[in-house]
C-alpha cells in the first residue's frame, strides 16, 4: 500500500519540500552542500552505531518487480531489519512495503518538477534509515537516472557517491534491459533475446560501448554486483547469486493433472511474445494440431501475478520461453509448484546446478518434437514435475538465497565479527561446496 497517501500526510511532505527546497539537491549551492556534509556524517554515524549494537537494515528497491518481496524475506531469515521501496508498479504485481506511485503521480500533476526533489527528501529518509541498500541497474532512488554511459539506464553517480561517503554497503544486480547488449547478445549463438526484437534501442541498453562504460562505473561504486544467468557473460567481475527467488509458502497448491490421454494444456505467460519465442510455440502448436494431436494453448500476458500462479495449476506444462537461453521468475514458480517447465538454455547459462535442474529443453527448432513426444508419452512431464519443487527449495528458495546473502554480507559487508558469526548461524543449511563471496 501507499504509505504516504492522506491529504494531511501529503501537506506535511509539501510543507517540508518547500522548507528544504534550497538544500535537496546537494549541486545546487555551498549550502546545500554543507547542509549534505553533515547530513551524511550524520548518516554514518548512525549506521555505525546501529551495526556496533548488532542491528542491520537493509532496503530492496526500486525495480517494481516481484523479486524484491523475496529478497526482504531472505533478509529478514537472517535477522535483518528489511523493507522494499517502489516509486511506480507494474501491473503484474504491487505487493511491497514502501509504494511511493499515487503520490509521485499526485506531485508530477500539481507541482510539476518538485518530484525530482521528492526523490532527494526520500534519499535522506532512506540514509538514516537503512545500512544496506539492493539496486538493479537501472535506476536508483534518484532521478535522472544514468548519464554515464546511458541515458535511461543506471544508478545516479551523485546517489552511489553519497551511499558511499555515508559507508553504506551497496549491492547492486542484474535485472534484464539493463545490462543486454546488442552485440554481445547476438554472439551468445543463434537464438538469444535479440533474435526477434521489434526495435532495436527501445527495450534494452543495447549500446555495447555505452553500457560497458555504464556497469563500469556501477561496479567500481557498488560493495558488490551481483548477476545470475547470461547475464553472468554481460557483467563483469559479477558475482553469481541465484537471486530468482520464490517463498514455497505463498505459492498456490497444484494438484497432479487428471486429465490422462485427453488434451495437453500448454501454458503460455510472457509479457513480451517476441522475447519469448512466442510466434515458434504458437506454429508448433498449429502445426500439431492440423497432424491430429490433442493440444491446446492457454496465453495469459499482462495479467495480475496471482492470475498467472492460478493458471499454473490448471496447465499440464509451462513454456517459459525458447529464445532467451535462460528461465525467469515464472519457470522458478511453476517448478516450485510441481508445474513441468519447457525452456531453452543456452550451453553455457550459469544457472545453479545444471545438472539436476529438470527443465525440459527446447527451442524454435525442437519445440514442435517436444512437444510431440510430452502430448503421446508424459512420462517426461510426470518427473519434471516430481523434480521442480527440491530443486526450487534447494537452489531457489527463501532458505537458498539467505545463504547466498550471508556469505556475501560476511564477505563483503566488512561488519563486526560477532554480527558475521550471528549472520552465518542464521544459515544452518548452507551447502559448504559453494564458496563465499569475497571482496569485489
Known amino acids: 500500500m501507499d504509505r504516504v497517501a492522506s491529504e494531511r500526510d501529503y501537506g506535511l511532505l509539501i510543507c517540508l519540500l518547500d522548507a528544504l527546497r534550497p538544500f535537496l539537491n546537494p549541486d545546487q549551492s555551498s549550502e546545500a552542500r554543507l547542509f549534505w556534509e553533515a547530513l551524511i556524517a550524520d548518516s554514518r554515524a548512525i549506521s555505525q552505531r546501529r551495526i556496533h549494537k548488532g542491528e542491520l537494515r537493509s532496503v530492496w528497491g526500486v525495480t517494481p518487480i516481484v523479486n524484491l518481496t523475496a529478497g526482504v524475506a531472505a533478509d529478514r531469515a537472517l535477522g535483518l531489519n528489511s523493507c522494499s521501496i517502489v516509486f511506480t508498479t507494474y501491473h503484474t504485481s504491487s505487493r511491497f512495503d514502501f509504494v511511493f506511485a499515487e503520490l509521485q503521480n499526485r506531485l508530477v500533476a500539481e507541482r510539476g518538477e518538485d518530484w525530482i526533489l521528492f526523490r532527494w527528501l526520500v534519499l535522506i529518509w532512506a540514509l538514516v534509515n537503512f545500512d544496506v541498500f539492493h539496486l538493479y541497474n537501472d535506476r536508483g532512488i534518484i532521478e535522472p537516472a544514468g548519464g554515464y554511459g546511458s541515458p535511461r539506464f543506471g544508478i545516479a553517480m551523485r546517489e552511489m557517491e553519497i551511499y558511499r561517503s555515508a559507508g553504506k554497503r551497496l549491492y547492486t544486480y542484474a535485472y534484464g534491459a539493463d545490462h543486454r547488449t546488442r552485440n554481445n547478445t547476438l554472439a551468445l549463438g543463434r537464438w538469444s533475446f535479440c533474435s526477434d526484437c521489434p526495435d532495436v534501442g527501445a527495450f534494452c541498453v543495447c549500446d555495447d560501448a555505452g553500457a560497458a562504460n555504464m556497469l563500469k562505473v556501477i561496479r567500481e561504486h557498488s560493495t558488490a554486483v551481483i548477476a545470475h544467468g547470461l547475464a553472468m557473460k554481460l557483467i563483469p567481475g559479477a558475482i553469481n547469486i541465484p537471486y530468482l527467488t520464490v517463498d514455497m509458502n505463498r505459492l498456490p497448491t497444484r494438484k497432479p493433472s487428471d486429465r490422462g ?139 537458498a538465497l539467505s545463504r547466498h546473502l550471508a556469505d556475501l554480507y560476511v564477505g563483503s559487508a566488512d561488519l563486526p565479527n560477532r554480527m558475521e558469526a550471528r549472520i552465518a548461524a542464521r544459515t544452518q543449511l548452507r551447502d559448504p561446496a559453494q564458496p563465499a563471496p569475497g571482496n569485489r
Open 261 to 399: 490421454a485427453d488434451t495437453l494444456i500448454v501454458g503460455h505467460f510472457p509479457n513480451h511474445g517476441y522475447f519469448k519465442g512466442t510466434k515458434y510455440l504458437e506454429q508448433a502448436i498449429d502445426a500439431l494440431k492440423a497432424e491430429g494431436f490433442s493440444i491446446n494453448l492457454l496465453y495469459l500476458s499482462g495479467k495480475p501475478h496471482e492470475e498467472i500462479l492460478r493458471a499454473m495449476c490448471e496447465v499440464d506444462v509451462l513454456v517459459d520461453q525458447l529464445v532467451s537461453g535462460a528461465f525467469g521468475l515464472t519457470a522458478v514458480e511453476a517448478m516450485a509448484m510441481g508445474c513441468p517447465v519447457i525452456c531453452y538454455l543456452h550451453d553455457d547459462v550459469a544457472i545453479a546446478n545444471r545438472r539436476a535442474c529438470p527443465i525440459i529443453e527446447a527451442n524454435p527448432e525442437t519445440i514442435k518434437d517436444v512437444l510431440k513426444g510430452v502430448v503421446t508419452d508424459r512420462a517426461q512431464l510426470s518427473a519434471a514435475a516430481s523434480a521442480g519443487p527440491g530443486y526450487v527449495k534447494q537452489n531457489y528458495s527463501i532458505d
